[in-house]
């Protein structure tokens, strides 16, 4: 028998050290008994008693981050969904790792999306994105128009050459510059990095005139968003229906549309019922690249979405100019195969302040 604890859907927003500490030795290990976790416990160097780990085990189970099964001398436990999504991953030590030595799940977590409380950042971090904003909104109020356009173009510029570069395009800042302002494609690259770029900015300018139609996710909106992203880039339209792999992950997505199209329908739910437009567009940034609804674009897609979810609630938008691609795709692998979102939500934090410091987009 497999028990779960009921849960508080906005308490749980990180998790303590002690907690940490026992979630990755199960991350290690797998499904295991107290007396497993208690000589693991020993062996790292903690000084505990076999009562004191069956205790904090009792707790973790309460506050839902391990599942309990069986009963008795059969009992074991495992990590929770909502255990996973709040552990501390050092991204880049993980991703250190080769894909096949790597612990993380090989499979979709059908529970996960549902999982994840309405409530993801902690108060200070809730502050710190209000305060942003206060200060963002005070910076752009009453611009001439001719530096809002200046402000759009700049904005425009610098997402549509880092999230490409994000995707292995090898334009640079000023290639996409000039492309963008001059139409002019560089030299010695391909016709399809141009196109990317160019997909990009008509992609954010669509999501900037029509702010209206993504306050939430839709079906809709995501495969109309993402048309825009492929164009002409020999990319099918609409939900696939073929299986993906991710390079240099474990991870294998979901390979049918049916499971594809339940999953978009869970997804949409989970971002509506979350309590802000910061963590709408955290969830959609990381669950339409976890889903890989489509052939390719994925994560373009995402990162589009995300804007268009702050952009409707008149929050800045993210260019994502300061963050590595290293970074940003470790981040995606934790989600991935561990379900943590903790390194992707602090890409996000940075950006944000980031952006509402150096941006004024409308």
């Known amino acids: 028998m497999i028990r779960y604890a009921h849960i508080n859907d906005t308490k749980m927003t990180d998790i303590s050290q002690k907690y940490q500490k026992i979630i990755n030795v199960f991350f290690e290990k797998g499904i295991m008994q107290s007396s497993d976790i208690y000589t693991e416990m020993i062996k790292t160097g903690n000084s505990v008693s076999i009562v004191t780990v069956k205790r904090t085990l009792s707790e973790m189970v309460n506050e839902g981050l391990l599942v309990l099964t069986?009963?008795?001398?059969?009992?074991?436990?495992?990590?929770?969904?909502?255990?996973?999504?709040?552990?501390?991953?050092?991204?880049k030590k993980y991703c250190s790792v080769e894909p096949d030595s790597r612990h993380g799940l090989n499979r979709y977590n059908f529970e996960l999306l549902t999982a994840i409380p309405?409530?993801?950042?902690?108060?200070?971090?809730?502050?710190d994105l209000a305060t942003a904003t206060a200060e963002y909104i005070k910076r752009t109020e009453n611009l001439p128009i001719t530096i809002q356009k200046k402000e759009l173009e700049r904005l425009i510029i610098e997402l549509s050459w880092k999230s490409s570069k994000i995707?292995?395009?090898?334009?640079?800042?000023?290639?996409?510059?000039?492309?963008?302002?001059?139409?002019k494609e560089a030299l010695g690259h391909s016709k399809e990095e141009a196109r990317m770029?160019?997909?990009?900015k008509d992609a954010f300018n669509y999501i900037h005139e029509n702010a209206e139609r993504f306050?939430?996710?839709?079906?809709?909106?995501m495969e109309e968003l993402h048309a825009i992203l492929i164009k002409d880039l020999n990319v099918g339209l609409g939900l696939r229906k073929k299986p993906v792999g991710v390079t240099g992950s474990i991870y294998r997505p979901l390979d049918n549309v049916y499971q594809i199209t339940e999953a978009v329908d869970v997804l949409s739910s989970t971002i509506l019922r979350m309590s802000d437009a910061y963590a709408k567009a955290l969830i959609a940034l990381l669950g339409i690249s976890y889903i890989q609804p489509f052939e390719d674009g994925n994560k373009r897609t995402g990162r589009l979405m995300a804007n268009a979810l702050l952009l409707s609630h008149s929050l800045a938008p993210l260019s994502y100019r300061s963050v590595s691609e290293d970074d940003y795709r470790n981040a995606?692998?934790?989600?991935?195969?561990?379900?943590?979102?903790?390194?992707?939500?602090?890409i996000f934090i940075d950006q944000y302040i980031f952006a509402t410091q150096?941006?004024?987009v409308k």
Do not use: C, W
């Open 197 to 200: 770029i160019i997909n990009h």
């Open 332 to 346: 995606v692998l934790v989600f991935y195969e561990l379900n943590s979102i903790m390194p992707m939500k602090k």
């Open 167 to 183: 995707e292995g395009n090898t334009y640079t800042l000023l290639d996409t510059e000039k492309l963008i302002l001059e139409n």
């Open 118 to 127: 309405s409530k993801i950042f902690t108060d200070q971090e809730q502050k």
């Open 70 to 91: 069986g009963s008795g001398r059969s009992t074991s436990y495992s990590v929770s969904s909502l255990g996973r999504i709040f552990i501390d991953i050092d991204a």
């Open 358 to 360: 150096n941006y004024a």
């Open 215 to 221: 306050k939430t996710v839709t079906r809709e909106n």
